[in-house]
């Protein structure tokens, strides 16, 4: 009984440092991740029905939309200005 409490107690504290997306009661399927600088991020979440991206860019310019491969219509919602990668912009996007 003992053990099993202690097992309990470390992965508890194990997903507590590590997060995850699971124990939230978020809608997103798959709970964003640190970007790196030349990658890009998308989620879809099924609570809107929308997918969703962020895009690393050292300037701040970005398409006003686009379609990928998947078929994915992605509009322009913004950008935040970060201090990552040496300095640079997420673009955000909406897709559907």
């Known amino acids: 009984m003992f053990k099993k409490l202690v097992l ?34 998308s989620w879809y979440d099924s609570g809107t029905g929308k997918y969703y991206q962020n895009k690393f860019s050292s300037s701040n310019v970005f398409a ?17 200005k970060t201090s990552d990668c040496g300095g640079g912009y997420y673009g955000h996007y909406e897709g559907r």
């Open 8 to 41: 309990g107690v470390v992965a508890t504290g194990i997903a507590l440092t590590l997060g995850t997306g699971g124990v939230s009661a978020s809608s997103v399927e798959s709970a964003p991740k640190t970007l790196s600088c030349a990658s890009e991020l």
């Open 64 to 80: 006003n939309q686009y379609t990928d491969s998947t078929g994915i219509t992605w509009y322009f919602k913004g950008s935040s």
